[in-house]
């Protein structure tokens, strides 16, 4: 079981980037992948998450319409489209499997257990900048 993220980079406020999650060992049809990212001297956050059905969930941090997650079945690949980026987004961007398939709360916000996920792979760095 493996994941991959990527499309990370330097970018200025107002800006877009779109990331990616290459992912072997298991298919998204069977389980669930979260974004979270992890800025310095902070604790890591859950971003979004999207379901075995390809449903989608956002953290309250970022409802809005700026990030979009989505995926590609086909390419076992699940994307992360972040719009307008701002400074407060420049964090190490991680993608994890969700064990619990996005769980939500009474907002419709996503919701999550660290003990709940597993094989993390590694990160890729987005950094806003002017």
């Known amino acids: 079981v493996q994941l991959q993220a990527s499309g990370g980079g330097l970018v200025r406020p107002g800006g877009s980037l779109r990331l990616s999650c290459a992912v072997s060992?298991?298919?998204?049809?069977?389980?669930?992948i979260g974004w979270f990212r992890q800025a310095p001297g902070k604790e890591r956050e859950g971003v979004s998450c999207?379901?075995?059905?390809?449903?989608?969930?956002y953290a309250e941090s970022v409802k809005g319409g700026r990030f979009t997650i989505s995926r590609d079945v086909a390419l076992n690949t699940v994307y992360l489209q972040m719009d307008n980026l701002k400074f407060e987004d420049t964090a190490v961007y991680y993608c994890?499997?969700?064990?619990?398939?996005?769980?939500?709360?009474?907002?419709?916000?996503?919701?999550?257990?660290?003990?709940?996920?597993?094989?993390w792979g590694q990160g890729t760095q987005v950094t806003v900048s002017s």
């Open positions: 999207i379901n075995t059905d390809g449903g989608p969930y």
């Open positions: 994890v499997r969700d064990l619990l398939n996005c769980a939500y709360d009474y907002k419709g916000s996503y919701y999550y257990s660290l003990k709940d996920l597993d094989a």
């Open positions: 060992g298991f298919t998204l049809d069977n389980d669930a």
